[in-house]
């Protein structure tokens, strides 16, 4: 079993920035993905950005492109998700998750562990 454990989140003005963190624990996978996903009040889980496990290969969102980064530092098991340019509409629940398949993955059912999100609220 993988175990996920996020932070980072927290109430920010529009415009501001907040770096969550994604700590992994238990069996990690080399060579898997991990991703970040989002869930705002009565919307599905969307997509947000994703890293495979070299750090060479990612992937996001085109509602973040330009102003999330993500990143990790394999030595901590911990992957990062770095948000500049906030939008009130970047408010959501965030989630990491961990695939079992190879390379980077965008759909939430390719994802075998989740954590148990964190809160990000973005004021205007």
């Known amino acids: 079993q993988v175990q996920l454990v996020e932070s980072g989140g927290g109430l920010v003005q529009a415009g501001g920035s907040l770096r969550l963190s994604c700590a992994a624990s238990g069996r990690t996978f080399s060579d898997h993905a991990t991703g970040w996903f989002r869930q705002a009040p009565g919307k599905e889980r969307e997509f947000v950005a994703a890293?495979?496990?070299?750090?060479?290969?990612?992937s996001y969102a085109d509602s973040v492109k330009g102003r999330f980064t993500v990143s990790r530092d394999n030595a901590k098991n911990t992957v990062y998700l770095q948000m500049n340019s906030l939008k009130p509409e970047d408010t959501a629940v965030y989630y990491c998750?961990?695939?079992?398949?190879?390379?980077?993955?965008?759909?939430?059912?390719?994802?075998?562990?989740w954590g148990q999100g964190t809160q990000v609220t973005v004021s205007s």
């Open positions: 998750a961990v695939t079992r398949i190879l390379g980077v993955r965008i759909e939430r059912y390719e994802y075998d562990y």
């Open positions: 890293i495979t496990w070299s750090g060479r290969t990612t």
